[in-house]
């Protein structure tokens, strides 16, 4: 980034810091105390899969707290089918919020006119609002300037001139905690664990039907899922390494192997699967999101670098090999029992940077995934899988369940 770019986004920034701040001074009132049983609450969450994943226990929480609240989330429509069918919702309506939609912007007033047209929709429908995402400002003024009278979210420098019920926000948790913590205003749970509190996901039966039309390959070998892509290139491990992954897979444990994706993932599954020796079958842009969860439900092993898919892995109960680089997973790794999903990083001075915009043309400079060794991942899939069909003890007749 040249410094002419560099002093251009600061500029930026103080600008949008300033507007901001003003704009939030006509939503000033003085607090008033949160309702002990809200009637209509609204959960706001702008983000992807993993994200919204994340957000699930606090779903649960909120509904096992407030079981005669109706809960509604507000997502974009790429998350929306992750709680289509949750118990913990009520409603699921989605609006396709600026910055996370990853599409150009028409002008520089367009998220402002979606702000203004998305909040008349919302006004006079909830007592309380949820801004789950802690530096979410624009989610704060959308839940303000439809007059929700309660707007709860975490203490941030732009968010906290929206909120009546700012709470300190704790850097350096996972996700999945600050969510929860969040939700504690009523009645705080346990400490937050994955086995307390775990991810929620179910596909659907249509979903698991839907597998025989994927033709699956069949055979007595693990099914392993290789999931490549994710959506920040910076992410992405090298495909020369997923074809020698996928070729030991093969030679070594005798696995039946799918590569899975997005249809914008195709040619990236197309390049691995030439580059491999090993049978695969090429799934990539034919599922949808619940047939993916059936899919992964049946694997014994899903492997792949930090993406929201791998996160749907974990909240089917599948075993995952994770990839990490300039995201902390500490922060955003996967919440499930770590002796069933493994994090793979490359130890580097600068992570975890949590930049995720680098250019393709930069990636060479930035290799806190391409850089993790075969070796490594190699012995953590083998460590998982061993673990799962290791021969029965002689003394035993039990067999893998």
């Given amino acids: 980034m040249t410094a002419l770019t560099a002093g251009g986004e600061r500029a930026r920034a103080t600008l949008r810091h300033l507007m901001v701040r003003a704009a939030a001074l006509r939503y000033s009132r003085p607090p008033r105390a949160l309702p002990e049983r809200p009637r209509r609450l609204l959960v706001i969450r702008p983000d992807h899969l993993g994200d919204v994943l994340f957000l699930t226990p606090a779903l649960a929480h909120l509904r096992r707290t407030l079981p005669d609240a109706h809960i509604t989330a507000l997502v974009g429509p790429w998350a929306a089918p992750l709680l289509a069918h949750s118990p ?8 396709a919020f600026p910055w996370f939609d990853r599409r150009p912007r028409r002008s520089w007033l367009d998220p402002y ?4 047209h998305g909040a008349r929709a919302l006004r006079g429908r ?8 802690f530096d979410h400002w624009w989610g704060g003024w959308l839940a303000a300037e439809a007059r929700i009278p309660h707007r709860v979210g975490y203490a941030t420098p732009l968010l906290t001139p929206f909120l009546t019920h700012p709470l300190p926000y704790r850097p350096g948790r996972h996700e999945v905690a600050h969510n929860l913590a969040l939700c504690g205003v009523w009645g705080p749970s346990a400490p937050a664990a994955p086995e307390r509190h775990p991810l929620h996901f179910r596909p659907s039966p249509a979903d698991v039907e839907a597998l025989e039309v994927l033709q699956v390959p069949a055979g007595s070998g693990p099914l392993v899922a290789v999931h490549p892509g994710s959506g920040a290139p910076v992410k992405r491990w090298l ?11 093969h030679q070594h ?4 192997l799918v590569i899975t994706g997005s249809g914008a993932e195709r040619p990236l599954a197309h390049e691995i699967a030439e580059r491999t020796t090993a049978p695969v079958r090429l799934l990539a842009g034919q599922t ?8 992964f439900a049946q694997c014994d092993l899903v492997v792949g670098p930090d993406c929201g898919p791998l996160h749907l892995a ?11 680089g300039p995201v902390d997973p500490a922060q955003f790794g996967p919440w499930g029992p770590a002796e069933r999903h493994r994090v793979v990083v490359e130890p580097l001075p600068c992570q975890f940077c949590h930049r995720l915009d680098w250019p393709e043309e930069h990636l060479e400079d930035h290799p806190c995934v391409t850089g993790i060794p075969l070796e490594r991942v190699l012995a953590e899939v083998d460590a998982l899988l061993k673990g799962q069909h290791s021969p029965p003890p002689e003394t035993t007749t039990s067999t893998r369940g």
Wanted: charged fraction near 20%.
């Fill in 88 to 95: 913990d919702v009520d409603a699921v309506e989605t609006l």
């Fill in 113 to 116: 006119r979606r702000l203004f």
């Fill in 126 to 133: 909830f007592d309380v609002a949820l801004i789950m995402r």
């Fill in 239 to 249: 495909p020369q390494k997923w074809a020698a992954l996928l070729d030991h897979l």
């Fill in 253 to 256: 444990h005798g696995a039946r």
């Fill in 288 to 295: 949808t999101l619940g047939q993916l969860a059936a899919l």
């Fill in 314 to 324: 974990v909240a089917v109960g599948t075993p995952t090999v994770h990839l990490y």
